[in-house]
C-alpha cells in the first residue's frame, strides 16, 4: 500500500541561521525524507534531497506558478519517478542529468521502499532564464509541450557529465545548510546551469531568427509526427510534406522545440505507447500502434527512455 502525503500539509520545517536556506523534513514514521533548498537569487534555486522511506511513497505537490519553470535534476543515488496530473512521466536515475521544463507543479514524486535516492536540482523561472539566455531562446527551451494541457516536457536525459560531476561534488560536501560561502555556492550553481543550457541550445553569434511561415511548417511537420507515428517516419518524409530542407527541419526543430524532429517522434511514441499500456493492452500491440515492426526494438527503447521495463507499466490502472 502507498504512502500519500500532501506537499500542501505543514511538514516539520527547519529555518537555519540564514534566511537563503529553509529545510523540510518528512514524519519519522515515514522514513529519512528530507530536502534542503536555497535560494540563490530570485527565480533561481538549488535543492539538495534526500528519501529512503519505509514503505513505496508517492509525494503529491499542488504548487502552482503563473511561469514556466526550468528544472535540472542530477541524479546522485538511487532512482525515482514524477508523474504530472495529465500522466507525462519522467525517471530521475543516478549518474544521469535531466532536465524538464514545467506549466506547473502539480503531480505525484514517486519513490520505491527502501531506496535511498539522493538528488540535486537547479530551480529557475521563466524571467530568471530569459535574463541570462535572452527571450528568444528562453522560448525556445520552454514552449509549449506536445501533448495538450501538459504540464511537464523533458528536454533531454543524459549521463553527468565529468565537469558538472565536479560542481555537484563541491555543492554536496557542504555539510552545514547555513555555511556563509554564497559566493562558492552561486559559482558552482551557475556553472552547472550555463552547461546544461549549453548543451540544449548552443549559442551562435549569427543565428538567424525563424520567420513565421517557418514557424508554421515546423508546427505542421510537428503534428504529423504526433498523427502519423505509427508509419516509419523520416526526415526526408516531413520535409517533402512540409517544405523545408533537411537543414532547416533539423535547425529548426532544436531551435523551435529545444529537440531533433528524431527525439520528438520518440518521445512521441514512448508517451502514446505507455498510455496504451497503462489502459491495458499487450506490450506487442502498443508497439506496432506507435511505429514499430519488432516488439524487442520496442522495448529496449522504452526501457532506455522511462527506465523501466514495458510489462512492467501494461495494465498497472486500476
Same mark, same amino acid.
Given at each position: 500500500?502507498?504512502? /500519500?502525503? +500532501? $506537499? =500542501? @500539509?505543514?511538514?516539520?520545517?527547519? *529555518? ?93 514524486? /514517486?519513490? +520505491? $521502499? =527502501? @531506496?535511498?535516492?539522493?538528488?540535486? *536540482? ?197
Amino acid at each position: 500500500m502507498l504512502e /500519500r502525503i +500532501s $506537499a =500542501r @500539509q505543514a511538514y516539520p520545517t527547519t *529555518r537555519c541561521q540564514t534566511q537563503d536556506w529553509v529545510a523540510y523534513r518528512l514524519p519519522s514514521q515515514v522514513g529519512e525524507c528530507h530536502f534542503e533548498r536555497h535560494l540563490l537569487e530570485p527565480g533561481l534555486s538549488l535543492v539538495r534531497s534526500r528519501y529512503m522511506p519505509h514503505a513505496d511513497l508517492v509525494e503529491t505537490s499542488h504548487q502552482e506558478t503563473e511561469q514556466r519553470t526550468l528544472v535540472i535534476t542530477f541524479g546522485l543515488r538511487g532512482e525515482s519517478e514524477y508523474c504530472d496530473q495529465h500522466g507525462n512521466r519522467v525517471t530521475f536515475k543516478a549518474g544521469q542529468t535531466s532536465i524538464n521544463s514545467f506549466r506547473d507543479g502539480r503531480g505525484e514524486r /514517486r519513490f +520505491s $521502499a =527502501r @531506496q535511498d535516492v539522493q538528488q540535486l *536540482r537547479l530551480i529557475v523561472s521563466e524571467n530568471t532564464l530569459a535574463d541570462y539566455i535572452g527571450e528568444e531562446r528562453c522560448a525556445q527551451l520552454l514552449c509549449e509541450p506536445h501533448a495538450p494541457n501538459s504540464g511537464l516536457r523533458q528536454l533531454t536525459f543524459h549521463a553527468n557529465t565529468s565537469s558538472s560531476r565536479a560542481h555537484i561534488q563541491a555543492l554536496t560536501q557542504l555539510k552545514e545548510i547555513n555555511n556563509p560561502d554564497k559566493l562558492g555556492l552561486r559559482i558552482h550553481a551557475l556553472s552547472l546551469l550555463s552547461e546544461q543550457l549549453q548543451i540544449l541550445t548552443p549559442a551562435t553569434a549569427t543565428q538567424r531568427r525563424l520567420s513565421d511561415p517557418e514557424q508554421d511548417k515546423l508546427e505542421q511537420a510537428r503534428q504529423i509526427i504526433f498523427t502519423q507515428m505509427a508509419q516509419p517516419l523520416t526526415n526526408h518524409y516531413l520535409c517533402s510534406c512540409v517544405g523545408l530542407s533537411e537543414s532547416r527541419l533539423k535547425d529548426g526543430f532544436r531551435r523551435y522545440f529545444g529537440v531533433t524532429p528524431r527525439r520528438c517522434l520518440l518521445e512521441a511514441r514512448m508517451h502514446k505507447a505507455w498510455q496504451l499500456l497503462e489502459a491495458g493492452r499487450q506490450v506487442a500491440e502498443a508497439a506496432y500502434s506507435v511505429g514499430y515492426s519488432h516488439p524487442s526494438n520496442f522495448s529496449t527503447a522504452f526501457s532506455q527512455f522511462f527506465g523501466r521495463t514495458p510489462k512492467s507499466v501494461s495494465g498497472t490502472r486500476n
